[in-house]
T-cell receptor
């Protein structure tokens, strides 16, 4: 059974479109995250939710909007896609309440290509 | 300020060689946590180890070992008798007490040649 899953695995779309990436974890964790990995492999956190509440919101364009319908799901919606949004997006989860030190378990990633 | 530095961008070794991946971190907190993750060519991120700042004992897990030295703010990772399957990008990460926000290093790409 996959612990942290993301759909889709690949996403190719045109500039200006709106798209969503879904994430689900079956680990019973309380906290979920979105990371962006750029073409140079640099990983940077975007958002974090603890029990459906936003706790980390990095400097990310407001075209990116996370939504957590329940603590097992954290979706990422992106409006008006731009070329610079092309990257691999990783979802992750950790057990406790978002305090430092919890191991984060990552999904397989979604490779987004904006043409 | 960059919190985690992995100065080695890419390392190439021949199978069975030992290799050490360096990680230097920066933090003002007295309580913090360090991690290593592996990203093989297939792209997923695999957790390897977690260490808190109060535990300076070195750890060994099979061919993997980690050397944590607070005096030099380093948390280095050694692979003994490397294998082709060890080829991957390895990331070191730091998180501080208040939020579980990972600061990742830029990664070290390890190529193990047969």
């Amino acid at each position: 059974d996959t612990a942290v899953s993301q759909t889709p695995k690949y996403l190719v779309t045109q500039m200006g479109n709106d798209k969503s990436i879904k994430c689900e974890q079956n680990l019973g964790h309380d906290t979920m995250y979105w990371y962006k990995q750029d073409s140079k492999k640099f990983l940077k956190i975007m958002f974090s939710y603890n029990n459906k509440e936003l706790i980390i919101n990095e400097t990310v364009p407001n075209r990116f909007s996370p939504k957590s319908p329940d603590k097992a799901h954290l979706n990422l919606h992106i409006n008006s896609l731009e070329l610079g949004d092309s990257a691999v997006y990783f979802c992750a989860s950790s057990q406790a309440g978002g305090e430092g030190g919890d191991t984060q378990y990552f999904g397989p990633g979604t490779r987004l290509t904006v043409l | 300020a960059q919190k985690v530095t992995q100065a080695q961008t890419e390392i190439s070794v021949v199978e069975k060689e030992d290799v050490t991946l360096d990680c230097v971190y920066e933090t003002r907190d007295t309580t913090y946590y360090l991690f290593w993750y592996k990203q093989p060519p297939s792209g997923e991120l695999v957790f390897l180890i977690r260490r808190n700042s109060f535990d300076e004992q070195n750890e060994i897990s099979g061919r993997y070992s980690w050397n944590f030295q607070k005096s030099t703010s380093s948390f280095n990772f050694t692979i003994t008798a490397s294998q082709v399957v060890d080829s991957a990008v390895y990331f070191c990460a730091l998180t501080e007490v208040n939020f579980n926000k990972f600061y990742f290093g830029s990664g070290t790409k390890l190529n193990v040649k047969p």
